[in-house]
């Protein structure tokens, strides 16, 4: 069923349906036949602006009735070598599923999925209709692949967050204040990886320098022992209680004192340490180079607020030891005289009552235990109602921690072990569960070394345990969204990856998703429904994956999805299908619905990589190939897009050199009036091209490196390049050829350039500089441009003819404008894309087009130039249009100035 049957002409949509027979012969169905033709015609009009490629057949063998562009575009065929064949050559998995379906009466419908050997994805669709008793079929293949961005956001700041869990563990563990302030140096070290740090403590008006750290071996630790607050940057952040950065501080007024500068610094961060609202201490931070600290500012402020809340731990830990270590040797003078046992005991009773913490003192032998009055206001009970006996104290501790502190009791108790400490949960007097600190020492032994007394504290750390979850909640979660964060979703990869190289048939894939035009959303409608857009859109993903799947924000409106223990490739194709279909439903805001809609990369297989930075990196890298090429889209990562990315970032690079070094220049293509001198042709105008010349490559395309000046903003440059050049070139033409004297130049702008306020001036300077009627010069700007721009390009286009500037409508029929749109332009000549001069010979429809073209500028009193002329053929029927200019092959390539002087010379 996969061939032409021999003998069988080939039959095309217009014999199928328009019922060539018999009757097509008689005059009387000559009206019923034009009418049906026009039909068609219309008909096959609309398919070929389709975006996805739709095959017409016969349902007896498949055999194509007719395709549109799209078709002919994706199997890479002509018409020609389409129409009549069987769609089985191309969908060869249709064979099965025409058998399946054909069952008598039932409209089949098949929907399949094709991956292409460079990665992309068709969804294949065939539907069977009976129309006038015959059944045709209906082939649909929808491209639903990505393109991608060029670069990789690295991790530093994912690294500094990270640090914020181990930061705070760290100071949890440090024992004594001068620990603390050790691991606080050494923590901002490892985070940011300054040349400087100071560690400030507020001490009245002052600042006492603790800690310092500095690459300097030199450094002057003197001269930053004590600083005045609200004196310099370090003092202004002590008094206001404000971050401060300066990027110099030779410019900054804050930064008074001479020995930052003679210390090199170029650079410097100041965070304010706060507890309970109050500043207590400042951490400097300083550079030898220019660095901008501020993009780290939320990172520092929160790693400031951990670090001494840290040091605040530790201070209130060495102060309770050192209290338990006091009253160890209280207990201890108390046997050496009665006497000093009554005066200590006295003391030592005033010392329990005013003491916040809860205080105990066991008595091994007997069992008894006695708790200070601040024990049970710490718990919420009354005296009575707690036994003072171990048992009683174990009974208010939590069942899954009893056996825990058993043992430690029991290891305590031994004979080589004084002091004790660790953490459970207890029993308040309300039936809530607080979590405790305990510390205690052995203060007597028999002599055989069996513990016989045992003091101690009870200290209520709940606050700081749920601040210490909190933390690694924040740390790991999205705060607005509640969604994962790069960090945890950095280490889901990562054990994937790793999961993945231990066993080949583990597989996962990372999608990485980028919300389109949010900006405009978060402009127009505010930031808070911007936040609500965010929260919406990362519960609908959630929805859209299994609960054993990850979903991130990375931030922003990115959001990052990982699908691990995969079986197949269908499954994140699907994923992304549910992803992208859930994000375009409307979200209702005031009353309006609102759609948002979004780009998706994704990195398949991703276990082959070397880490989840790379893994990552591929998903962005896709995502942003995606956004570029229309939004709404998605991309499957490969290594020819990491190529061709790497490409044109070099491309970019060498952009610069090249503007520096003349490297581009201009090429120039006449424009010739159709039977202007006596029937025959005569060149009227030239239209300007950039070339460049690459000192490695040779000459490059400008279809490679103009979307590239567009991206990067350097098409301003080149736009201004070409103006001066252009300019240049056709005063000299003037000057030596008096016949060049009525020629105009034609010189390309774009959309940006549409936004530039200073076109118009520099386009004044050019024509003032090279002494040029503004009627000389032309500017072409395409549909496609005009329409991005919007109403903004009408006051500009305007400014230009308001000036004498000609202006032409390049690349017609490529925009989609609309006839109002375009009645406004300030343009007189439309030129007619060479797609559709291309196209004439193919059809009447084709040429049909570009007749109706025609007619439409001559209805707006515009001119028409045709593009792309190369066959004498092309030049006659255009003739015989109305068309006045054509441009192309047929009359001269573009060529240098100095050859295009010697042609003007030769035929003007």
Request: proline share 3%; aromatic share 6%.
């Amino acid at each position: 069923m996969n061939k032409r049957f021999e003998g069988d002409a080939p039959l095309t949509l217009r014999d199928e349906l328009i019922g060539l027979g018999e009757r097509s012969s008689r005059k009387s169905f000559y009206p019923e036949l034009k009418k049906r033709l026009g039909e068609l015609e219309r008909t096959s009009l609309l398919l070929d602006q389709a975006p996805d490629a739709v095959l017409l057949m016969a349902w007896e063998r498949l055999s194509i009735l007719e395709a549109n562009a799209a078709a002919l575009r994706l199997l890479g065929k002509s018409r020609d070598e389409v129409v009549g064949e069987s769609a089985l050559v191309f969908f060869p998995m249709l064979e099965k599923v025409v058998a399946k379906d054909a069952v008598p009466g039932r409209e089949a419908l098949h929907l399949a999925e094709m991956i292409a050997a460079d990665g992309a994805v068709f969804e294949i669709s065939l539907s069977r209709q009976t129309v006038n008793g015959r059944l045709y079929g209906m082939l649909m293949a929808r491209d639903v692949t990505q393109r991608t961005r060029m670069q990789e956001e690295l991790n530093q700041r994912v690294s500094e967050l990270t640090l914020l869990n181990e930061v705070g563990f760290r100071l949890a563990s440090s024992s004594t204040v001068d620990a603390a302030i050790k691991n606080i140096v050494e923590s901002i070290e490892r985070a940011i990886q300054t040349d400087m740090i100071l560690f400030f403590l507020k001490e009245g008006g002052r600042l006492i320098l603790r800690a310092h750290k500095s690459h300097d071996p030199d450094f002057d630790i003197k001269a930053f022992s004590d600083h005045v607050v609200d004196h310099c940057l370090c003092g202004s952040a002590a008094a206001n209680g404000m971050a401060l950065y300066s990027g110099d501080i030779d410019a900054d007024p804050l930064c008074s004192r001479p020995e930052c500068k003679r210390a090199g610094i170029r650079s410097a961060a100041v965070l304010p340490l706060r507890l309970f609202g109050e500043v207590r201490g400042v951490i400097a931070l300083g550079s030898i180079t220019p660095r901008d600290f501020q993009v780290h500012g939320p990172l520092l402020e929160s790693l400031a607020a951990i670090l001494f809340t840290g040091l605040q731990n530790a201070t209130l830990y060495q102060e309770a030891r050192a209290h338990v270590e006091e009253l160890g040797n209280t207990v201890r003078s108390l046997l050496e005289a009665e006497q000093a046992l009554k005066i200590s005991e006295s003391r030592l009773k005033l010392a329990l009552e005013a003491a916040n913490e809860g205080l105990w003192d066991w008595n091994v032998a007997s069992g008894e235990v006695y708790f200070s009055p601040g024990y049970y206001r710490m718990l919420g009970f009354e005296p009575e109602a707690v036994a003072s006996t171990v048992e009683g104290w174990m009974g208010l501790i939590h069942p899954h921690d009893v056996e825990l502190v058993k043992r430690l009791e029991v290891e305590h108790l031994g004979r080589h072990k004084e002091k004790y400490e660790f953490e459970f949960r207890m029993r308040d007097g309300s039936g809530d569960w607080r979590w405790i600190l305990s510390k205690g020492k052995v203060v007597e032994r028999d002599r055989q070394g069996n513990a016989l007394r045992v003091v101690g504290t009870h200290s209520d750390i709940t606050a700081r345990k749920e601040m210490e979850g909190r933390l690694r909640h924040m740390a790991l979660h999205d705060a607005l969204t509640g969604l994962a964060n790069r960090t945890l979703c950095l280490e889901r990869i990562e054990r994937a990856v790793a999961r993945a190289k231990r066993h080949e048939e583990s597989k996962f894939a990372v999608l990485f998703i980028d919300l389109d035009r949010f900006k405009v959303i978060n402009d127009s409608l505010g930031h808070l429904f911007g936040d609500q857009v965010i929260i919406q859109i990362g519960n609908r993903i959630k929805n859209c994956v299994r609960e054993a799947d990850t979903v991130a924000r990375l931030g922003g409106d990115e959001f990052l999805v990982v699908l691990e223990e995969l079986e197949s490739g269908r499954f994140p194709v699907q994923a992304i299908k549910r992803i992208r279909q859930a994000i375009c439903e409307p979200i209702i805001w005031e009353g309006r619905a609102i759609q948002v809609t979004a780009s998706i990369g994704a990195e398949l297989w991703a276990g082959l990589r070397a880490d989840a930075q790379e893994v990552i990196r591929n998903a962005d890298l896709a995502m942003h190939w995606a956004k570029a090429k229309g939004r709404n889209r998605f991309k499957v990562f490969t290594e020819r897009l990491f190529r061709h990315a790497v490409t044109r970032m070099t491309l970019e690079r060498d952009m610069d050199h090249g503007l520096a070094s003349g490297e581009f220049f201009l090429v120039f293509q006449p424009i010739v009036e159709l039977g202007a001198d006596g029937g025959k042709d005569r060149i009227r105008g030239l239209e300007a091209l950039m070339r460049w010349r690459h000192p490695e490559r040779g000459l490059i395309s400008p279809s490679e490196f103009i979307p590239i000046a567009e991206e990067t903003g350097k098409i301003r440059e080149l736009t201004s390049l070409a103006l001066t050049l252009a300019c240049r070139t056709l005063a000299g033409w003037r000057s030596r050829l008096p016949a060049a004297a009525d020629l105009y130049m034609a010189v390309n702008v774009s959309a940006k350039d549409l936004l530039r306020s200073d076109l118009a001036s520099v386009v004044r300077h050019a024509l003032e500089t090279f002494v040029l009627p503004p009627d000389r010069l032309r500017l072409e700007v395409t549909e496609t441009a005009v329409m991005q721009v919007g109403g903004a390009s009408l006051a500009f286009l305007g400014e230009l003819t308001a000036q004498g500037v000609r202006l032409s409508l390049d690349d017609f029929g490529t925009g989609y404008s609309s006839m109002s749109h375009l009645s406004r332009l300030p343009v007189d000549i439309l030129k007619i894309d060479l797609g559709f001069v291309r196209m004439m010979d193919h059809g009447p429809r084709h040429l049909e087009i570009v007749k109706t073209i025609v007619d439409l500028a001559h209805n707006l009193g515009m001119r028409v130039v045709a593009e792309g002329v190369e066959h004498p053929r092309q030049r006659e029927t255009l003739f015989r249009l109305g068309c006045e200019y054509c441009q192309g092959y047929l009359f001269a390539r573009p060529m240098p100035a100095d050859d295009m002087e010697a042609l003007l010379a030769a035929r003007l």
